[in-house]
């Protein structure tokens, strides 16, 4: 092997900086999810309590917010199957994966009334800056945009009305219960029937 071809088979300065170079632009790009993505994941961890946890527990928040910078940006492509593992799904999906840690986090740690208004308001807008369907490349032309917003709005509204109503510890706790999730299952089905309808 002689020297000219010894270097070009050796990864140089600038093939490393071009590389960082596009790291750093994966990380920094669509700062505006990562943004919402982000504080919805540390309001989650309940900032008023970490502030007097012990160091590991901060070192957990840390890593969350971390994890949620990276998982926050919209995937906007065309769903292709390339593998099954749980990996590449949740790496795939992982702007539905980081809202619903986020509420499952947000209902361990108890927050007050004002950061589960914080918490939702927040969850709110990273779904609907990140959701392929309406702000997406991807999207089908000529759909409204306001409408999934109201729709979202208004959605969450009754969410929160629904959890502060003062019925966890009587008899009626199941009817709401059962609604709520009635309520869920008809809306999923609605919004999968609409995304294999063909548009127009």
Avoid at 62 to 90: E, H, I, K, N, Y
Avoid at 121 to 150: F, M
Wanted: hydrophobic residues 55%; aromatic residues 4%; proline residues 10%.
């Amino acid at each position: 092997m002689t020297d000219a071809s010894a270097r070009s088979a050796r990864p140089g300065p600038r093939a490393a900086d071009s590389r960082a170079g596009r790291l750093m632009a994966r990380l920094t790009s669509r700062i505006t999810d990562r943004l919402l993505g982000t504080a919805l994941a540390v309001a989650a961890c309940n900032p008023p309590a970490v502030l007097h946890a012990p160091p590991p527990v901060r070192v957990l928040v840390l890593g969350a917010a971390a994890a949620a910078w990276w998982a926050a940006p919209m995937v906007d492509a065309r769903p292709v199957l390339t593998s099954m593992r749980w990996q590449t799904v949740a790496g795939r999906r992982r702007t539905t994966v980081l809202p619903a840690a986020a509420i499952a986090v947000a209902a361990a740690t108890g927050p007050a009334l004002w950061l589960v208004v914080c918490i939702a308001a927040l969850l709110l807008a990273h779904l609907l800056v990140t959701d392929t369907w309406t702000a997406g490349v991807t999207a089908p032309p000529g759909r409204p945009r306001a409408t999934p917003a109201l729709a979202a709005a208004a959605a969450t509204a009754v969410v929160l009305l629904a959890a502060q109503a003062p019925v966890a510890g009587t008899s009626y706790a199941r009817l709401p219960a059962a609604l709520a999730i009635t309520a869920t299952t008809a809306c999923l089905l609605l919004a999968l029937h609409t995304r294999r309808r063909p548009p127009g």
